[in-house]
């Protein structure tokens, strides 16, 4: 199973960036899908999780800017994120459940001030 994540880079703050994570290989039946985020010298931490019937939670810290999707025919999830702070620059990671959890390589989002 392999998870291929892009759309990261470089915006300023108050811009835009639509992260994708692609799943491809042995896919048996995909539950939730997520991304996480971590900073330099901080803890990786949960930015959003959508369920196969499409309900969706938040961190606190993006509520109201970010937006999980996911389109289970590619088996694919996006994050939009918007109105993006300085704070939010981090490696975001996409993460699915299949049984167990599968991981991305991470993609980084930078947002200068």
């Known amino acids: 199973v392999q998870l291929v994540e892009s759309g990261g880079g470089l915006v300023q703050a108050g811009g835009s960036l639509r992260l994708s994570c692609a799943v491809s290989?042995?896919?048996?039946?995909?539950?939730?899908m997520a991304w996480y985020r971590q900073a330099p010298g901080s803890q990786r931490e949960l930015v959003a999780v959508?369920?196969?019937?499409?309900?969706?939670n938040y961190a606190d810290s993006v509520k109201g800017r970010f937006t999980i999707s996911r389109d289970n025919a590619s088996y694919t999830v996006y994050l939009q994120m918007n109105t993006l702070k300085p704070e939010d620059t981090a490696v975001y990671y996409c993460?699915?459940?299949?049984?167990?959890?599968?991981w991305g390589q991470g993609t980084q989002v930078t947002v200068s001030s």
């Open positions: 993460n699915v459940r299949m049984g167990i959890y599968y």
């Open positions: 290989g042995s896919i048996v039946s995909i539950s939730t």
């Open positions: 959508i369920t196969t019937g499409g309900n969706t």
